[in-house]
């Protein structure tokens, strides 16, 4: 069987490493799964639920073995009953988007978002974004109005269709070309936002020189994105431009500039904020239930990972 790694461009570190060739030259029985390619999740009700294709993609033969992800989607797995190990976790990506709103709609805090509509990415970081400044502000999920938006969510709120949004770059560039806007909040203000990486206990428990493969590519690839952000940028692209869209090679390159690479061992104090997501999330009826995320740790790979960490930097 081949290993299956599932990748999509908001997970930079998979989409380049897809690109680059370095895990097939030890792990030559390697497929590699573009989730924008497997069927779409069935709806939700953006008030009481949130998605959990990516977990139920781990758990189905044809989905995939390994799979990065941003922050809420680990949480989600947990929540249903899926059995799932962390692999390991970017640095901080505080930088990479934030909670805006229109400067003159006359909202001038998170508090003032009692009733309006605010656009997020259901199921993303942008959910637990959005509901950890919330329980800041002193506000629930039900006391805002939720919309699930694709990449257009900047547009709409352009256009009044959307009281606020969480935006992200490269596409947060243009909205902020386009009109003058108002921080509500910084993402480095309610959590650290990484990128992270997680894959099924089975798969882990049995496919040990596989998952250090991987473990390793990954930190040899992202060296090379940093140290080349335009080459990686005409990844995205030229995948952007294939499927009919527009990009920007500028904004794509100040994108990856601006975003940490290599891949950590999970934190402490990175799971005591999946432990936060985990309880706020299902007092507010967006999981089933709260989770002891530290059960998704095996030492051995935050072991490994540090390894590859220490060696990379002294590479």
Do not use: C
Not at 9 to 25: C, D, K, M
Not at 169 to 193: C, K, M, N, Q, W
Not at 280 to 308: D, K, M
């Amino acid at each position: 069987m081949p290993v299956r790694i599932g990748y999509f461009p908001h997970n930079n570190s998979l989409f380049v490493l897809r690109h680059r060739g370095i895990v097939e030259r030890a792990l030559p029985d390697v497929e590699w799964v573009d989730l924008r390619a497997l069927p779409a999740p069935a709806p939700v009700d953006v008030k009481s639920a949130l998605p959990s294709q990516h977990s139920d993609w781990l758990f189905t033969e044809g989905g995939y073995d390994v799979i990065g992800t941003g922050f809420t989607p680990p949480v989600t797995a947990l929540a249903n009953g899926r059995d799932i190990v962390y692999l390991g976790i970017s640095g901080p990506r505080v930088e990479n988007g934030r909670l805006i709103t229109k400067a003159d709609n006359g909202i001038e805090s998170v508090a003032d978002l009692a009733g309006k509509r605010v656009g997020i990415a259901h199921g993303s970081w942008q959910t637990t974004l959005l509901l950890f400044a919330l329980d800041k502000a002193g506000l629930t999920w039900s006391d805002i109005e939720p919309v699930d938006t694709d990449v257009n969510g900047g547009a709409a709120l352009l256009a009044g269709e959307l009281d606020a949004w969480v935006g992200a770059y490269p596409g947060l560039a243009a909205i902020e070309a386009a009109a003058d806007l108002r921080t509500l909040v910084e993402t480095e203000s309610v959590f650290s936002h990484p990128s992270l990486w997680f894959t099924r206990r089975d798969f882990a428990e049995n496919n040990r020189e596989a998952l250090e493969v991987i473990l390793r590519a990954l930190q040899e690839s992202d060296a090379w994105i940093t140290e080349n952000p335009r080459a990686a940028a005409q990844y995205f692209v030229d995948d952007v431009r294939a499927r009919g869209g527009v990009a920007d090679l500028d904004a794509w390159e100040a994108a990856l500039r601006n975003r940490p690479f290599g891949v950590h061992p999970v934190s402490d104090a990175f799971l005591d904020e999946q432990q936060h997501a985990a309880d706020l999330l299902a007092a507010n009826g967006l999981i089933p239930r709260s989770v002891p995320v530290r059960a998704a740790v095996l030492p051995w790979i935050g072991e490994f990972v540090a390894a590859t960490r220490s060696a990379s930097v002294a590479g």
